[in-house]
T-cell receptor, first 114, second 114 residues
């Protein structure tokens, strides 16, 4: 199994450009998440989804949009990139065990906005 | 605001030294607790988890953590660290009322000197 796959792994954007990060999981997980990781701030939840066709805001949703048209895919979009969105983005999916999540992470996507 | 606090951002130890990384959370209800680890160049992976029962949980590679409900703490320990334990460690909380969101602490970078 591939687990959680993120594409692209690296991307450089200019301010104002748009892009989409793709996350795909092959574990039939219901829940999927997008986090950003910044030095000294840990992982902060951007958006998440509890099932196909549903999305919800996390801790830092501004400037991002998401879609979950298929159960296995969770897309993160930046409509107008800003330097503050320079970060490493991690996608995760999860299954529920005993009422709690166990997250499986992708390898990350490093985004630089100039 | 609900949060997860990790006491140390950077820790440097010599091989064979004992390790304890602190983690406190601010959620008042029932929670599930996790430690995730990110080795250099790799993505995050689960180190150990607490759902219920024995508050002392054991994870991979000789790590253990103790849940102390009265102190809202979930500290990570290892009696004798190895050079290969060099990594960033994240404490995470999944509140039962959190809608399957997992909130992470800022992380602790551990460097083990050979």
């Amino acid at each position: 199994n591939a687990g959680v796959t993120q594409t692209p792994k690296f991307r450089v954007l200019k301010t104002g450009q748009s892009m989409t990060l793709l996350c795909a999981q092959d574990m039939n997980h219901e829940y999927m998440y997008w986090y950003r990781q910044d030095p000294g701030m840990g992982l902060r939840l951007i958006h998440y989804s509890v099932g196909e066709g549903t999305t919800a805001k996390g801790e830092v949703p501004d400037g991002y949009n998401v879609s979950r048209l298929k159960k296995q895919n969770f897309l993160l979009g930046l409509e107008s990139a800003a330097p503050s969105q320079t970060s490493v983005y991690f996608c995760a999916s999860s299954y529920v065990v005993g009422g709690a999540n166990v997250l499986t992470f992708g390898a990350g996507s490093r985004l630089t906005v100039l | 605001a609900q949060s997860v606090s990790q006491h140390n951002h950077h820790v440097i130890l010599s091989e064979a030294a004992s390790l304890e990384l602190g983690c406190n959370y601010s959620y008042g209800g029932t929670v599930n607790l996790f430690w995730y680890v990110q080795y250099p160049g790799q993505h995050l992976q689960l180190l150990l988890k607490y759902f219920s029962g024995d508050p002392l949980v054991k994870g991979i590679k000789g790590f253990e953590a103790e849940f102390i409900k009265s102190k809202f703490s979930f500290n990570l320990r290892k009696p004798s660290v190895q050079w290969s334990d060099t990594a960033e460690y994240f404490c995470a909380v999944n509140p039962y009322t959190g809608g399957f969101k997992t909130i992470f602490g800022a992380g602790t970078r551990l460097f083990v000197k050979a």
